[in-house]
């Protein structure tokens, strides 16, 4: 059972930049794909990046693609989301997820293909 935990959400101005931790316990966090999701109110979670097992690959919805990067540090157990240039429309609550995968494959940008969740963490930008 892995058991993930976000952190490094918080209320940032237009333009401005947050860089978001997921760490993980319980498990081999090698093993596992990571993506990031985000929910804003009223809406459906969606996809917002992913990075493979050695964090070789990665792939990235349109709308955050040059403005955000995920990385991961295999040896501390954690993913990083740096998100900059940050627009109001990013405002949601960002979920860390694993997924079992291939070694070079990442991970899938449907939720309902994830194995473990975080609670998530709030990132609020203001106009």
């Known amino acids: 059972q892995v058991q993930l935990v976000e952190s490094g959400g918080g209320l940032v101005q237009t333009g401005g930049s947050l860089r978001l931790s997921c760490a993980a316990s319980?498990?081999?966090?090698?093993?596992?794909?990571m993506g990031w999701f985000r929910q804003a109110p009223g809406k459906e979670r969606e996809f917002v990046t992913t990075i493979n097992r050695s964090g070789s690959n990665t792939y990235y919805r349109a709308s955050v693609k040059g403005r955000f990067t995920i990385s991961r540090d295999n040896a501390k157990n954690t993913a990083y989301l740096q998100m900059n240039s940050l627009k109001p429309e990013d405002t949601a609550v960002y979920y860390c997820?694993?997924?079992?995968?291939?070694?070079?494959?990442?991970?899938?940008?449907?939720?309902?293909?994830?194995?473990?969740w975080g609670q998530g963490t709030q990132v609020t930008v203001s106009s």
């Open positions: 997820a694993a997924q079992i995968t291939g070694y070079t494959s990442t991970g899938s940008v449907d939720p309902n293909r994830y194995d473990y």
């Open positions: 319980g498990g081999t966090f090698s093993n596992y794909a």
